[in-house]
């Protein structure tokens, strides 16, 4: 986090106080450092080569100025969602560089994947692959697909984040899709590109992609022994950042376990990185209203809520939380960071040792990746602005949402 640093007693992010912007923008607020995204993004792609397309998965910072920023460095774009394809044409990306993963596409999503001309989706069941092919035989054209397959292998992540376990609801089985790949003729306007797979988000671990890697290596040699050519492996994103303790992989690190692991084959690799490029880029700055003690037990109330940050309610996920001014007069006591919503599960932090008074700043760190893109309008709070630092500039690249659009959308249904 060192785009996010304290000069002269006070937090900045690049070369912009964080104080600054909270007066010009007010808080809650969430500010990127453009050049910590570029700098990350730039690691993964230098580490992983030029044959490798690196997709940055959309779901984890959607905002079109940072697309908008990777579709000019070069990015292409994983995507779940029509409206996801909609932001990354608009942000100026390639289809032609865009994979769409997900369990559930409808069909009006199936379509406008196929008119944009994009690189490949990802399908996830047998009955995804019949309705891909019914809708591309009738726009008459053939549909690049890989499927998506379940290896199987234990993440050691979050349950809810671990997505390549035999029980969790994605990909199909090694031996079921084995089997599809193998029937290929029944599906006549469907053209099997690819392996893909995404193990689960947040792994500090690389042995479990490691083995998945193995797997989807395994299956593309039987494939290819039996007569089907495939040209590339999407091996997936999460790989982990560090939000408290943790050990994440390096680019590096990350890089030699998929050169390992795909040594040797004739196929382009792909990666979908989410996480790993943003997450370490944004902050969330809040105001503290109130300070609590309920018999001994003290709370920090901010201005920010769970339906900004959802991940410590979700997840009980661990964010740090620094002052943005560095020595404050109030003494140190162990809080409870808490938002203003009617949820108990409206917290950042439990027990955290902190020194704040009423009307300090704070910034709650590592929230570039799934920050934002998970807020939610809940007790009726118009979502914070979204605000781009470049150096000594910062833009905002959302505004702040207001009661009117609350409203608006119940305002006239008719
Ligand atoms: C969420 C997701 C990713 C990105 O995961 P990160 O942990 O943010 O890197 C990649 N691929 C798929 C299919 C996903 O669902």
Same mark, same amino acid.
């Given at each position: 986090m060192r785009h996010f640093h304290y000069r002269a007693g006070r937090l900045w992010a690049d070369e912009v106080p964080l104080d600054q912007i909270a007066a010009r923008f007010g808080t809650p607020a969430y500010v990127y450092s453009e050049m910590a995204i570029h700098e990350r993004y730039t690691a993964f792609s230098h580490a992983l080569g030029p044959e490798t397309l690196l997709c940055y998965a959309v779901k984890a910072n959607s905002n079109l100025h940072v697309l908008a920023s990777l579709a000019r460095w070069g990015a292409g774009f994983d995507i779940v969602s029509g409206g996801e394809l909609a932001r990354v044409l608009r942000a100026g990306g390639d289809p032609q560089r865009t994979v769409f993963s997900g369990v559930g596409k409808s069909r009006e999503e199936i379509r406008a994947a196929l008119d944009a001309g994009i690189f490949c989706l990802n399908v996830e069941s047998e009955a995804e692959l019949e309705q891909v092919d019914a809708i591309a035989s009738g726009l008459g054209c053939r549909a690049p697909v890989a499927l998506r397959v379940n290896p199987d292998v234990d993440p050691g992540t979050h349950s809810y984040i671990a997505t390549g376990l035999r029980e969790s609801k994605f990909g199909i089985p090694l031996v079921h899709a084995e089997r599809l790949y193998l029937e290929a003729a029944r599906w006549p306007a469907v053209d099997f590109r690819g392996i893909a797979c995404h193990i689960g988000s947040q792994l500090t671990d690389l042995a479990p992609i490691a083995e998945a890697a193995r797997k989807v290596r395994g299956?593309?040699?039987?494939?290819? =022994?039996?007569?089907?050519?495939?040209?590339?492996?999407?091996?997936? =994103?999460?790989?982990? @950042?560090?939000?408290?303790?943790? +050990?994440?992989?390096?680019?590096?690190? &990350?890089?030699?376990?998929?050169?390992?692991?795909?040594?040797?084959?004739?196929?382009?690799?792909?990666?979908?990185?989410?996480?790993?490029?943003?997450?370490?880029?944004?902050?969330?700055?809040?105001?503290?209203?109130?300070?609590?003690d309920?018999?001994?037990?003290?709370?920090? @109330?901010?201005?920010?809520?769970?339906?900004?940050?959802?991940?410590?309610?979700? &997840?009980?996920?661990?964010?740090d939380i620094l002052p943005v001014q560095e020595e404050s007069p109030a003494e140190t006591g162990t809080l409870d960071v808490v938002g203003p919503i009617c949820e108990s599960g409206d917290f950042f932090a439990r027990n955290r040792p902190l020194a704040v008074r009423a009307g300090?700043?704070?910034? @709650?760190?590592?929230?570039?990746?799934?920050?934002?893109?998970?807020?939610? +309008? &809940?007790?009726?709070?118009?979502?914070?602005?979204? @605000?781009?630092?470049? =150096?000594?500039?910062?833009?905002?690249?959302?505004?702040?949402?207001?009661?009117?659009?609350?409203?608006?959308?119940?305002e006239n249904p008719d």
């Open positions: 299956l593309y040699e039987r494939l290819a =022994g039996a007569g089907v050519p495939l040209s590339h492996l999407d091996l997936g =994103g999460g790989v982990g @950042i560090r939000y408290h303790e943790e +050990q994440a992989p390096t680019p590096a690190a &990350y890089a030699a376990v998929l050169h390992d692991a795909l040594a040797g084959l004739p196929v382009r690799p792909v990666v979908e990185l989410g996480r790993s490029v943003v997450g370490n880029a944004g902050v969330l700055l809040t105001r503290v209203e109130y300070l609590k309920n018999d001994g037990k003290k709370f920090c @109330i901010v201005d920010a809520a769970m339906n900004d940050l959802l991940r410590p309610s979700l &997840y009980g996920a661990w964010h300090d700043l704070l910034a @709650i760190l590592s929230t570039g990746a799934y920050g934002f893109a998970m807020a939610s +309008q &809940y007790n009726s709070r118009p979502r914070p602005p979204e @605000i781009l630092v470049r =150096g000594s500039e910062a833009r905002l690249v959302r505004r702040r949402e207001n009661l009117a659009d609350l409203l608006t959308a119940e």
